[in-house]
């Protein structure tokens, strides 16, 4: 789609997961909307797995990450792969920018996943405003900054941890990467940390979540690091409406099952319906996995369950054929649709960002069973601050049991309790929606950083 009609080109490049991946594809969509160009830049693996859907018009380009060939399974782990993309994705992202100088929009400005510092360098070389992309909830970015600058002391042992902003957070609060400096949460740890490396040369930071969702701490963030929320980032059928046939994200490593799930749920009666999903990269042991399975039998409840075909083989032997009539495996599913179906009554999530924004955004309570990295503290608020949900406790070997999980589907599906948790459930939706629609927070904050790119074509002409 090329055209000189743009009021700006916005290179955008996610951190290659999907998960990082479609926040960052939404927010292009709302540029293209406001009459500015985005290309997404993702990595030539990436590009090569995916299923390709509607993407709204929102082009799409490739850099290297050095694994060509087989994306993160090629490296030698975590912090080989981060090398990798940092040395070779420098020098194709470079040759990207300068590819696109030559065309009838050249790029104005690179917004970057925040967990990839070395793009603000690169961009920087060309004169480009650059805009970092958090893609974490403000509470955990704000938990990161305060550790990056020395005013959070490593390793986490004394709590509770008091951050301006913040309920008071304790041990099982925290990203996990802040309570073990082993293994590869070392690696990861240094990656989230990274983030703030150069952000003081930053022109725009942008963070994927709404004003009223984390008032208080936006506004702590705000005060030492100037911060624009623009989320939630989900397609906008589900919130506005403003952006024609944007029903999807259109960038998939999955294979979707759309009318297995979708025609199933059509025969269940509304709300009665627990839906299970753990993300796209979490992989619960082979003891939570059985326990999971027989707390979903326990809770009586009918349930639709996401297990990916690597996982399917930790399912206790016996449990498919004793639940028949109450629930459906399935290896991937729509999520939006199946959230946004009626026949839904809850959310059993592992609290990914992005599973919980989408629950926020479409008025769905949540079972929260967190696992890793951020998953802790987006727990913490869906259950404590925006009481839409409560979380599993686990026991001291990390487990949750089957009669937790049971009990805890059981205070969201019925009595007080649980219509308590669906009237808030709803309450975070509508706001959502007025965040994102004409004159809401994240639409003016969005149109502010629109105005950075115009005002620069203005100057520059």
Not at 369 to 390: C, L, R, S
Request: hydrophobic share 40%; proline share 5%.
């Amino acid at each position: 789609m090329e055209s000189k009609g743009y009021n700006g080109h916005v290179l955008v490049v996610p951190f290659p997961t999907q998960g990082h991946i479609n926040p960052m594809l939404q927010f292009s969509k709302r540029l293209l909307s406001k009459g500015i160009k985005a290309t997404l830049a993702i990595t030539l693996f990436i590009y090569k797995s995916i299923n390709h859907e509607s993407s709204a018009s929102v082009q799409i380009d490739t850099i290297s990450d050095g694994c060509d060939q087989g994306g993160f399974a090629e490296a030698d782990g975590v912090q080989d792969y981060i090398k990798r993309l940092e040395t070779v994705g420098s020098k194709t992202l470079a040759e990207l920018i300068l590819k696109h100088k030559e065309s009838s929009n050249p790029v104005d400005c690179i917004a970057y996943d925040a967990a990839m510092p070395w793009a603000l360098d690169v961009a920087k070389q060309f004169g480009l405003i650059t805009a970092p992309f958090f893609t974490q909830m403000c509470a955990v970015d704000y938990i990161y900054y305060n550790v990056h600058h020395g005013l959070l002391s490593l390793p986490v042992s004394s709590t509770p941890v008091s951050l301006p902003g913040l309920p008071l957070l304790e041990h099982g609060d925290l990203p996990s990467f802040l309570c073990s400096s082993e293994g590869s949460y070392a690696a990861y740890l240094k990656r989230a940390l990274n983030q703030f490396s150069n952000l003081d040369k930053a022109d725009c930071i942008l963070v994927n979540t709404f004003y009223n969702l984390e008032d208080e701490v936006v506004d702590s963030m705000s005060k030492v690091c100037p911060l624009l929320t623009i989320g939630p980032t989900v397609p906008s059928i589900y919130l506005d409406k403003r952006i024609p046939d944007d029903k999807n994200y259109g960038v998939n490593l999955f294979t979707l099952d759309y009318s297995t799930s979708i025609n199933w749920l059509s025969s269940k009666p509304p709300g009665s319906v627990i839906y299970v999903a753990f993300g796209s990269v979490t992989c619960l042991n082979n003891e939570q996995m059985e326990e999971v399975a027989w707390g979903l039998k326990q809770s009586n409840c009918y349930f639709l369950w996401v297990v990916r075909a690597t996982e399917e083989e930790k399912l206790p032997k016996e449990f498919k054929e004793e639940t028949v009539d109450k629930g459906l495996i399935v290896n991937w599913s729509p999520q939006l649709e199946v959230l946004s179906n009626e026949a839904v009554g809850c959310f059993l999530t592992h609290s990914g960002w992005n599973s919980t924004t989408e629950a926020l955004s479409l008025g769905v309570p949540m079972v929260a069973m967190p696992q890793w990295t951020d998953q802790p503290t987006n727990a913490k608020f869906v259950e404590d601050i925006w009481k839409m949900g409560v979380r599993v406790k686990a026991n001291n070997d990390g487990i949750a049991s089957r009669e937790q999980i049971a009990s805890c589907i059981m205070q969201v599906m019925e009595g007080a309790r649980g219509r308590e948790m669906k009237e808030n459930a709803k309450k975070w939706r509508d706001l959502a929606v007025e965040a994102m629609s004409k004159g809401g927070s994240s639409d003016k904050n969005i149109d502010e950083f629109v105005s950075k790119l115009t005002d620069k074509n203005l100057a520059d002409n």
